[in-house]
Each structure stands twice: as C-alpha cells, then as structure tokens.
C-alpha cells in the first residue's frame, strides 16, 4: 500500500494497467499477423496467379518487423526491472481494497 494507505497509487506507481494495455496490444498484434496470412494464403488458393511472397512481403513483413520491436521493447522492459524490489506491498492488498479502486 501507499504511504496513505490507498492501493490504487500503488498500482499506478508499478504500472500494472499499461502493462496489461501493452500486452493486450500485443496479443493483438500477432493474432492480426495471423489472419492477414490466413486471408494471405486463401487468396492465393482462389488464385494461383498471385505471388504468395510478394503478398507476405507487403502485407505481412511490416506488421511482424513491428512485432518484432515490440517485443525486444518489453523485453528490454522487464530485463532492467528484475533485479528492483517490487515497490511496496500491492500483491498483498485485499480484494476488498481492489473494489475500492475501481469507484
């Protein structure tokens, strides 16, 4: 808990919603890469006169290189805070305290 006792601070302070922000977008992310190549290779199989490389190549290959950024960024993210001390004591706030955040 805070210094004033009031949890919520405290989850800010540690940055919790935008890590779950920022690993949602990530999901998101590579579950797009996924359908455009899903949607990739069906076009192909309809027809077989378009270049599936060149398709991935455009239409794949930016949002993977983003991906890709992405995820050295969070990598880089948690590897400078896994030596910190967790700042206070959050994960032993009461679930009756989390309700008083969402208010």
Known sequence: ?????????????????????????????????????????????????LDIVVLKNRELRPLIEEICADARRIYADITTKKDEEPKGNALKVKSSNWLYCKQ
């Not at 949890?7 to 540690?14: I, S, V, W």
């Not at 779950?20 to 192909?44: G, M, W």
């Open 1 to 49: 808990m805070d210094e004033d006792g009031n949890p919520c601070r405290e989850f800010e302070k540690m940055k919790w919603e935008q890590d779950l922000k920022d690993a949602q977008s990530f999901v998101d992310k590579i579950s797009n890469a996924f359908h455009i190549c899903n949607d990739i290779t069906a076009r192909c199989k309809q027809n077989p006169s």
